[in-house]
């Protein structure tokens, strides 16, 4: 659906730089970077003695002063949720007192706005659990000789294994958890696509806001690529070497970046009806203006196991995707790259799938000013999207460009900011695109 008439009214947010929207966007225009050591890491995951080996592997943007017990309502479901769900919730919490809609929660049949009125739609990932969760199950595997006998592990895991463990993990848990705290008997769908969940999650609110089967839907994205487990598992992302000092270290767009440095991170947006914000006096942040999805597979996708090389061009995300999703984007607006104020890109650091954006941006987009939040808070699973577009909607609403920290390498064809300026033009577009071909474009208008 081309133009929408959706507007955003609330937005939170979980990150390594900042919670809350007021403390992220002021570390932004600071340049804060939270990569670090994951030995500084605070929760109970990612721990190890001696030097690390390879040491890029233990760098990373772990949040470090986030408190569940702050947000979590009720208090006892945070043991059926995992550090992911949580600052979902937290997130999609602060997006709903900024949107001012604390007297319609829990939403009732005789209110303004009804449970089937609500909908909640978040984009998702696999949560991986930690190890030390299952090492009581393992331990009877093992055996004498060393070899592990996989016959014991069903009877001890009955035995040691909280029986609602999976709720912890499962994808579509953070969509539910908000939906049963707000009552929202709306829709309701979780999104997994990567790093384009959230904007994706997005669009189907928007859809869903546009087709009048809801009046409100709480939207957003949660992720992380530094959990224990995920750690282990890196799919075609190269792995980003150690830099000194360390918190520069995750460098998109840069010539001389090797690869991606993880993070954490959540953030929620209101999505609503012009109409019903009109309604119940609610001033939006911004208009959600028009937005295109499109894929193109990656060559990647064409080879037998998935590619980390760095000099492979196009194996990971497609530029053809990414330059049709922008394309279609402007054109549903109503208007050119003269028009935008800042691109929010989706620089991860990755040099092979920064080189696809590169070429997508220049085809379309040359000339305008670009954000990287990675640089910062580092790549944030399928909650990047959606974090960038909260940075996006902050930058319009208060129209300012903020920086990327970066230092003098930088591809020449990207335009970071040094400086916090002054935001020109009424649009904000904000790109996601994923190592498999899938690749999201959404405007932001002034209201």
Known sequence: MPQSNAVITGMGIVSAIGIGCDDFFESLLRKKSAVTSLLNR?????????????????????ILDFDAKQFVKPRKAMKVMCREIQTAFASSLMAVEAAGLDSFIPATAESVLRPSDFGTVFGSEIFYGSPLELSDSIRPC??????????????????????????????????????????????????VLGDVSGPS??????????????????????????????????????????????????????PTSTGVVGGEGAAALIIESEEFAKQRGATPFVRLVSYASRFVGAAGMKTPMRCKETSDTGMRSSSKAIQLAIETALADAGITETDLGLVVGHGTGDPVADAAERVAMQATVPSVPTLATVASIGHTGAGCGSIDLVAGALALHRGTVPPTRYDSRLSPEVRYNDTPSRLEGDYVLCICHNTEGNATAIVLGRP
């Not at 929760?43 to 233990?58: I, N, Q, S, T």
């Not at 294994?161 to 709306?186: F, Q």
């Not at 089967?213 to 959990?227: C, D, E, F, L, Q």
């Open 42 to 62: 605070v929760d109970d995951r990612c721990e190890y003695d001696g030097e690390p080996e390879p040491a890029g592997l233990w760098v990373g943007a772990p």
């Open 142 to 191: 093992i055996q004498e000789n060393g070899e592990i006998d996989t016959s014991h592990f069903g009877d001890a895991a009955m035995k040691q294994i909280m029986p609602l463990w999976m709720l912890k993990y499962l994808p579509n848990m953070p969509a539910c958890h908000v939906g049963i705290y707000l009552n929202s008997h709306g829709p309701n769908n979780s999104i």
């Open 201 to 254: 999650a997005m669009i189907e609110a928007a859809s869903c806001v546009d087709r009048g089967i809801a009046k409100v839907v709480v939207t957003g994205g949660s992720g992380t690529r530094i959990g224990t487990t995920r750690l282990n598992f890196r799919a075609d992302y190269p792995m980003a070497e150690a830099f000194d000092p360390v918190e520069n270290s995750s460098r998109p767009h840069d």
